[in-house]
C-alpha cells in the first residue's frame, strides 16, 4: 500500500499548494491584474496572438511543457533511488518549478507577449539580452535533437505507437476546423478522444512484430539498414514534419493537437492511478543509491550531486518553460485571471506525472519484464535488470522502457489487455514528446529571427541574415542544426568499445545527452528566476520567493557543467573526449557566468535606478 499512499499524499499535497501557496503568489508577489488588456487581445494577429479559452490554453501550455521530460527524468534519475527522485519533484515543482512558470508568464503579459530572454534587455540590460537568447538557442536546439530522438526511439521499440501519433494529426486539424466555426468544445473534445483511442486499439491489436521489421516500422529499403538505423529514419521524419507543423498558424494544428493530449494526459494519468489503486504494487526499487554500478568496468557514472538536480528538470522546475510561458501561452491568455491557473496549476500536474512515472519504474516494473533472453522476470530481478548498472550507451527509448513496461503492468489489472496497455502508453510518451517538438520548433524560430535582426532593421541586414530572419529559413536552420546534433553520436567513440559508433547506430547513445540537456535547461530556469527576480527589486516587491531558488539553481548547474566539461574532456577515469560536447558546455559555462554577474550586481547595486519605480510594472 505504500505506493497508494505516496500518490495520494502528493495529489493532496499539490492540490493545497495551488490554493495556498498559489494564491499566496498572485496576490502579494506577482499581483495580478484581471482587469488588464492582456496581449492576446491588443496584439491579436490570429497567428500568434490569439484570444483563447483558459481549457485550451491549458492544454496547449501543460502539453508543450510536459513531453516526455517529466517521464525520461525521473525514469533515468530512480537509478539514485526512488526516495531522493521523490522528495526533489515534490519540493521543486512547489517552490521552485511554479514558481518560475507563474513569473514567466505574467511578466510576459505585463509586457506585450515578449520573451523573458527579450525581457532581459529591459529588466537587466541589452547586453544580456543577446547572451540570453544564446543560452535559449542552446537548449532549444538540445530539445529538438533530444526529443526527436526520443519518439524515434519509441515508435523502433513500440511500433503499435506509429499509426495513432500520426493519425492524431487529421484529428486536430478536423477539431480546429470545428471550433473555430463555433462547435462545442465538450462535444468535440469527445469526438476527439474516441477517434485517438480507436486508432490506440486497432494499432494495439496488430502483431506489430511479424507485421513488420521487429526494430521498427521499415520505410527505408532493406539493404539501408545496415547504414542508417531505424531510429535514425524516424528522427529525420519527424524533424520534417515539425518544420511544416511550426511555420502554420497556431490554432490549425498545435493548439488542438495540444488540446487533445492534455486529455490524452487525463485519461493516461486516470488510468494510471486507477492500476496503481488495483494493483499496488509493493516498491522493488532502492529507496537510496547514491553510487550505482557502472554498465562496464572503468565507465563513468554520473553522480548524485549535482546530477539528480538536472537529471529531474521537467517534474521539478525546467527553463524551457519559461520559453513556452513567455513566447506562447502569454500570448494566448485572454486575461491574468488566468495565470494561476495556467502558470501554476499546470507546474504541479507535471510535477504528479513525475510522481507517477517514480512510482511505475520503482514499482510497476516489478510485475513483470522481459530479460534479455525473452524470459519473464519478477520483483528485484525485473528491477535489476533495467537499474543494476549505469548504461551511458543506451538510447533514450531504452530508458524510457521501465516507465512503458511498468505503467503498462499496472493498467493491466483494469482488465486491459498486454498488448493495448503496451500501445496506449507507448502512444502517450510519443505524442507528448511530439507537442514539445512542435512548440520548440516555433519558439527556435522566434529567437533565431531575433538574433538575426538583433541590431538593426532587417532591410539593412545582410542575404544571409535576411533569409534565416524569415520564418522559413529561421524554421530550416532550426531543424538541420538539430538533425546534425541527434546525429552526432555517429562520430562519437563508444564508452565500451571506444570505437566510433557510426550511422547505422546513430541515436542509440541518447542517453549521454540527457545531463547536457538537464544542465543546460536548469541554468535556463535559474536565469529566468534571475530575471523575474530583478523585475520583482525593481517594482518594490519581495524577492526572496524567486531568490533563493534562483541562487540553488545557477549554483547546481555551474557545479553539473564543470562537471560535464571534465567529463567531456576526457579527464577523470572512463571518460572519453567527446569535444564538440564539451565545446558546448564550455559556451554554457561563459554565458552562465557573464549572465549571472551582471543580474547580481544590479540586485546589489543601490540607487534609484536598482529599487526605485519604474515603468516595468
Known amino acids: 500500500m505504500l505506493t497508494v499512499i505516496i500518490a495520494l499524499g502528493s495529489f493532496v499535497l499539490y492540490l493545497a499548494a495551488y490554493h495556498t501557496y498559489g494564491r499566496f503568489l498572485a496576490r502579494r508577489i506577482f499581483r495580478i491584474e484581471p482587469e488588464r488588456v492582456a496581449p492576446a487581445h491588443e496584439l491579436s494577429d490570429g497567428v500568434d496572438f490569439v484570444p483563447s479559452r483558459r481549457e485550451l490554453v491549458f492544454g496547449h501550455h501543460f502539453t508543450s511543457i510536459a513531453g516526455t521530460g517529466p517521464i525520461v527524468g525521473p525514469a533515468v534519475a530512480v537509478v539514485w533511488g526512488w526516495v531522493p527522485a521523490l522528495v526533489w519533484v515534490l519540493l521543486g515543482s512547489i517552490f521552485m518549478g511554479a514558481v518560475h512558470d507563474f513569473g514567466s508568464l505574467i511578466i510576459s503579459m505585463r509586457h506585450r507577449g515578449r520573451t523573458i530572454a527579450d525581457l532581459s534587455s529591459d529588466v537587466i540590460s541589452p547586453r544580456v539580452r543577446v547572451l540570453f537568447l544564446l543560452v535559449v538557442l ?52 469527445l469526438i476527439a478522444l474516441i477517434l485517438m483511442y480507436g486508432s490506440i486499439a486497432w494499432s494495439g491489436s496488430i502483431d506489430w512484430a511479424t507485421a513488420v521489421n521487429p526494430d521498427g516500422v521499415r520505410i527505408l529499403p532493406r539493404a539501408w539498414a545496415e547504414h542508417v538505423s531505424p531510429v535514425g529514419v524516424w528522427t529525420i521524419v519527424l524533424l520534417v514534419y515539425v518544420a511544416i507543423a511550426s511555420i502554420i498558424p497556431v490554432q490549425w494544428l498545435l493548439q488542438p493537437r495540444d488540446y487533445i493530449n492534455s486529455h490524452q494526459l487525463l485519461v493516461a494519468m486516470g488510468l494510471l492511478a486507477l492500476g496503481l489503486i488495483a494493483s499496488h504494487p509493493p516498491v522493488v526499487a532502492d529507496a537510496i543509491n547514491l553510487h550505482p554500478e557502472p554498465a562496464s568496468p572503468g565507465a563513468r557514472v554520473p553522480s548524485f550531486m549535482p546530477f539528480l538536480f538536472v537529471t529531474i528538470a521537467c517534474g521539478a522546475i525546467s527553463g524551457f518553460h519559461c520559453l513556452v510561458a513567455s513566447g506562447c501561452s502569454s500570448r494566448q491568455l485572454s486575461s491574468e485571471r488566468d495565470a494561476q491557473y495556467v502558470g501554476y496549476g499546470a507546474m504541479l500536474t507535471e510535477g504528479m506525472l513525475a510522481i507517477l512515472v517514480i512510482l511505475a519504474c520503482a514499482a510497476g516494473i516489478g510485475m513483470g519484464t522481459l530479460g534479455s533472453n525473452q524470459t519473464l522476470l519478477t520483483g528485484d530481478a525485473a528491477w535489476a535488470h533495467h537499474y543494476a548498472t549505469w548504461g551511458g550507451d543506451r538510447g533514450l527509448a531504452d530508458v524510457l522502457a521501465p516507465f512503458i513496461r511498468g505503467s503498462a503492468n499496472m493498467i493491466e489489472t483494469l482488465g486491459i489487455s498486454p498488448a493495448l496497455a503496451t500501445a496506449i502508453m507507448g502512444v502517450f510518451v510519443a505524442s507528448f514528446a511530439a507537442t514539445t517538438l512542435d512548440s520548440a520548433t516555433r519558439l527556435q524560430r522566434y529567437v533565431i529571427a531575433e538574433l538575426a535582426a538583433s541590431s538593426r532593421p532587417r ?99 555551474a557545479w553539473a557543467i564543470v562537471e560535464l566539461l571534465r567529463s567531456f574532456s576526457g579527464v577523470g577515469e572512463g571518460a572519453l573526449p567527446q569535444w564538440h560536447l564539451a565545446a558546448v558546455a564550455a559556451i554554457m559555462l561563459v554565458l552562465q557566468i557573464w549572465i549571472s554577474v551582471e543580474g547580481i550586481r544590479l540586485l546589489f547595486k543601490r540607487g534609484d535606478n536598482a529599487a526605485g519605480p519604474t515603468s516595468l510594472d
Open 138 to 189: 542552446i537548449g532549444l536546439w538540445m530539445v529538438l535533437a533530444i526529443f526527436g530522438l526520443v519518439i524515434a526511439g519509441v515508435f523502433a521499440m513500440f511500433p503499435s505507437s506509429v499509426v495513432p501519433v500520426f493519425f492524431q494529426i487529421p484529428i486536430a486539424v478536423g477539431l480546429g476546423v470545428y471550433l473555430r466555426r463555433g462547435g462545442s468544445l465538450i462535444l468535440g473534445s
Open 459 to 557: 532591410h539593412q541586414l545582410g542575404t544571409l541574415r535576411q533569409a534565416i530572419s524569415n520564418r522559413y529559413g529561421a524554421t530550416l536552420l532550426a531543424v538541420v542544426s538539430a538533425g546534425m546534433l541527434a546525429f552526432s553520436d555517429a562520430i562519437a567513440r563508444n564508452p565500451r568499445t571506444g570505437e566510433f559508433n557510426g550511422l547505422a547506430s546513430a541515436g542509440r547513445g541518447g542517453l549521454i545527452l540527457w545531463p547536457v540537456f538537464g544542465a543546460i535547461n536548469q541554468l535556463l530556469g535559474g536565469l529566468a528566476l534571475l530575471v523575474i527576480t530583478v523585475w520583482l527589486a525593481k517594482s518594490r516587491r519581495p524577492t526572496r520567493y524567486t531568490a533563493i531558488p534562483m541562487t540553488f539553481m545557477l549554483a547546481i548547474t
